[in-house]
């Protein structure tokens, strides 16, 4: 069975950290890219940052860049969304989804695998 396990969002103040993790079983998880969405209630989804499938090249919204690192451990078929400087316009439902690069080394277009999402929220 084809899963990814969203996990390690919850409560925290403003200026906090969290670690998102994206766990993947049933597919040969260092084939696809990863890419961390997110999305408040009636609102449209934004893609947050992206990692290759080798881990080699990464991407990141402007409205975290410089505050969150993604990374992949391929042996544990893990990615990770390392969030710092937390701040309340960071409270959404994040997002892993898989999906393959058309050109190497760019984020996907289309994704195969999507978790269920874990709710970050940033309390003022």
């Known amino acids: 069975e084809v899963q990814l396990v969203d996990s390690g969002g919850g409560l925290v103040q403003a200026g906090g950290s969290l670690r998102l993790s994206c766990a993947a079983s049933?597919?040969?998880?260092?084939?696809?890219?990863i890419t961390w969405f997110r999305q408040a209630p009636g609102k449209e989804r934004e893609g947050v940052s992206c990692i290759s499938s080798s881990g080699g090249s990464t991407y990141y919204a402007d409205s975290v860049k410089g505050r969150v690192t993604i990374s992949r451990d391929n042996a544990k078929n893990t990615a990770y969304l390392q969030m710092n400087s937390l701040k309340p316009e960071d409270t959404f439902i994040y997002y892993c989804?898989?999906?393959?690069?058309?050109?190497?080394?760019?984020?996907?277009?289309?994704?195969?695998?999507w978790g269920q999402g874990t709710q970050v929220t940033v309390s003022s």
């Open positions: 989804a898989a999906g393959r690069a058309v050109v190497p080394g760019t984020c996907p277009v289309e994704y195969d695998y």
């Open positions: 049933g597919f040969t998880f260092d084939d696809y890219a």
